[in-house]
């Protein structure tokens, strides 16, 4: 039953750092026969454990009630356009291992996915007594929130209708979530900032893309393409430059750092360091402009508290200045006064993100009692 069932009571302990019976009487409201059920439920089902006492409070100190969380891992399998970044995390998304590989994101998607599932199996038998309960794809590409699917992709012409999370799944039997980069990303940057809402985030390298965390949610869109700023077209004159996705005067074909490279006459690989070859580059510097115009039309409509700069390019000093500029003379002092515009300084921002994702939706109260009698 909803509200008091043994997955709410885990919903309620994961949220704290230990609880004393005596506490979770007074949270929940719940009888004392009710709760201690519910209790017994979750302990036998290793989802919590007791430990040490809450600390002198007079008379017998009182055990604490905590969440299982030890040795439980998750996979991320971050798949950017020519890098792959798989870690194995505990259930916050703190990375214990990790590997980066190069791929090429247009390559045959079974080929790509089987070269970071040996990088993540790779990870995972490197650990000792660790219990994996998810795996999290991070894909540069719509993910619609409706079937969890990857939607027709720009950069990933070949993955449309490759049953990703069913690849993955066959290699490891614990579900396989799927989302945006730059959407898990966001999620990511909100856990490093917490009570900072809303914050809208954008990863930009070699594709430019954006999320949005309002109050601890993530915005996701109708069909999933919520945050998809690379294509906003930002110019109508006849030269403008075409997109990969066909037309003129996308911001990505201004300012990614794919069309950067090209621009120079360089095809982007996987041995790129982006942000040596641009990093003091006057296109670098339009680039970042152009980007900041076009994150002040979503200041207008959102009106975050911050805005955080990730991905190899974003994180860079001049790009930050750039941006900052652009969005403070383009939008109104009212919007940007207390707007705070800064640098990601995550270490694996998308890998934070997965992992808040996977582990919401494991211990979601509706999973947990379908685990628990
Ligand atoms: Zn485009």
């Not at 939607?151 to 012409?157: D, I, Q, Y």
């Not at 990703?164 to 945006?180: H, K, Q, S």
């Not at 990093?279 to 911050?306: F, I, K």
């Not at 190899?312 to 207390?338: I, K, N, Q, W, Y």
Request: with cysteine; hydrophobic share 45%.
């Amino acid at each position: 039953m909803a509200g008091t069932s043994p997955g709410w009571l885990l919903q309620l302990i994961r949220s704290g750092d230990g609880w004393t019976r005596r506490q979770l009487l007074a949270e929940t409201g719940l009888s004392r026969m009710t709760l201690f059920e519910r209790l017994d439920a979750l302990f036998r089902a290793g989802l919590v454990y007791e430990a040490g006492p809450a600390g002198p409070t007079g008379g017998r100190p009182a055990a604490l009630i905590r969440f299982a969380d030890r040795g439980r891992v998750v996979l991320v399998l971050d798949l950017d356009h020519h890098t792959g970044r798989v870690a194995v995390t505990d259930l916050t998304g703190h990375s214990l291992r990790e590997r980066e590989l190069p791929l090429d994101i247009a390559g045959p998607p079974d080929a790509v996915l089987a070269a970071v599932c040996d990088a993540g199996a790779a990870l995972l038998a490197a650990g000792a007594d660790e219990t994996l309960v998810g795996v999290g794809v991070a894909l540069p590409g719509p993910v619609s929130p409706a079937t969890g699917l990857l939607r027709p992709a720009t950069v990933m012409p070949g993955w449309d209708g490759f049953p990703i999370a069913a690849f993955v799944g066959a290699r490891w039997p614990v579900p396989v979530l799927l989302e945006n980069d730059a959407r898990a990303h966001a999620l990511g940057e909100a856990a490093e900032r917490p009570g900072t809402t809303p914050l809208l985030a954008v990863k930009y390298a070699h594709g430019i893309g954006a999320g949005l965390v309002m109050d601890g949610a993530l915005l996701r869109g109708f069909d999933g393409a919520a945050g998809d700023i690379g294509h906003i077209r930002v110019s109508d004159d006849a030269d403008a430059p075409v997109c990969r996705c066909g037309r003129t005067g996308c911001l990505a074909a201004f300012a990614s750092g794919y069309a950067l490279l090209r621009r120079r006459g360089v095809t982007p690989s996987s041995s790129d360091d982006l942000a040596a070859r641009l990093a003091s580059s006057p296109e670098l510097t339009a680039a970042a402009r152009r980007l900041g115009r076009t994150l002040a039309g979503l200041v207008a409509l959102v009106n975050p508290q911050t805005i955080v700069l990730g991905g190899t390019l974003g994180r860079l000093p001049v790009v930050v200045d750039e941006v900052a500029a652009a969005v403070r003379a383009d939008a109104l002092d009212r919007l940007t006064s207390d707007l705070e515009i800064v640098p990601s300084t995550a270490h694996h921002p998308a890998a934070v993100g997965m992992a808040a994702l996977v582990t919401g939706h494991v211990y979601a109260p509706g999973a947990v009692d379908a685990l628990v009698p």
